[in-house]
């Protein structure tokens, strides 16, 4: 169990919905992340907060949006959704510090399954 | 231009056996972290070992070990004594700057390792 919390596990919509997945990091990771993991494209990184502010922006399409709340959990917002937004939706934290593999590592949920039909 | 390679797409090893596998980074920022990651079918992406780019000492984590070779700019992950429950796909990852709470994995495509009985 790597402490990060996702929900939905499994999710199954129909095309033009919108959907949140949500994320509870672990205790005392003030830095989330988003990964989106399709079998055409491989792991692809979406957004990062820290601390409640977006701190680094990846291939996040228009119609996908996130926020970290104040108690660090965040959600990704997923709009009009299309047949290829089909994917596991991972999210990830960590703390940082200078050195060491504590520090450093970033842990993952066990992913948000999304089906759009 | 790819930040990092897994040029095995597919591996077999015997059961008790080591195996290798491989991966290279290309990177300019002297300070990096080097990720492994283990992703069986049921799709959560699992924690390995972690390397930092001055670490003087090649990280180990029981059966795990990563043999970073920083000249070549490689950081190959080797698994002793194989077992069945190995059988997974293996994604190498990296985060460039330790400070920069901005940073993000970069992944690999990954290696998909079968344990032969």
């Known amino acids: 169990d790597s402490g990060v919390t996702q929900t939905p596990k499994h999710l199954i919509t129909a095309t033009g919905q919108r959907v949140t997945l949500r994320c509870s990091p672990r205790?005392?990771?003030?830095?989330v992340y988003w990964y989106q993991q399709s079998l055409d494209q491989g792991l692809q990184f979406l957004i990062q907060?820290?601390?409640?502010?977006?701190?680094a922006k990846g291939n996040i399409l228009e119609r996908f949006s996130a926020q970290q709340f104040p108690d660090l959990h965040s959600e990704l917002n997923l709009s009009s959704l299309e047949l290829g937004d089909s994917a596991l939706y991972f999210c990830?934290?960590?703390?940082?510090?200078?050195?060491?593999?504590?520090?450093?590592?970033?842990?993952f949920g066990e992913g948000s399954w999304l089906t759009v039909v | 231009a790819q930040k990092i390679t897994q040029t095995q797409p597919g591996m077999f090893v015997q059961e008790k056996e080591a195996v290798t596998l491989d991966c290279t980074y290309d990177?300019?920022?002297?300070?990096?972290?080097l990720f492994w990651y283990k992703q069986p079918s049921s799709g959560e992406m699992i924690f390995l070992i972690y390397?930092?780019?001055?670490?003087?000492q090649n990280a180990t984590e029981g059966r795990y070990s990563l043999n970073f070779q920083k000249a070549r700019k490689s950081a190959n992950l080797v698994i002793s004594a194989s077992q069945l429950g190995d059988s997974a796909m293996y994604f190498c990852?990296?985060?460039?700057?330790?400070?920069?709470?901005?940073?993000?994995?970069?992944f690999g495509g990954g290696t998909r390792l079968m344990v032969k009985p």
């Open positions: 990852a990296m985060r460039e700057g330790f400070d920069n709470a901005g940073n993000m994995l970069t």
């Open positions: 390397q930092g780019s001055y670490d003087q």
């Open positions: 990177t300019s920022d002297p300070s990096y972290g």
């Open positions: 990830a934290s960590s703390t940082h510090r200078r050195q060491g593999a504590s520090g450093n590592t970033i842990y």
């Open positions: 907060y820290y601390n409640g502010e977006e701190r």
């Open positions: 205790s005392g990771d003030l830095s």
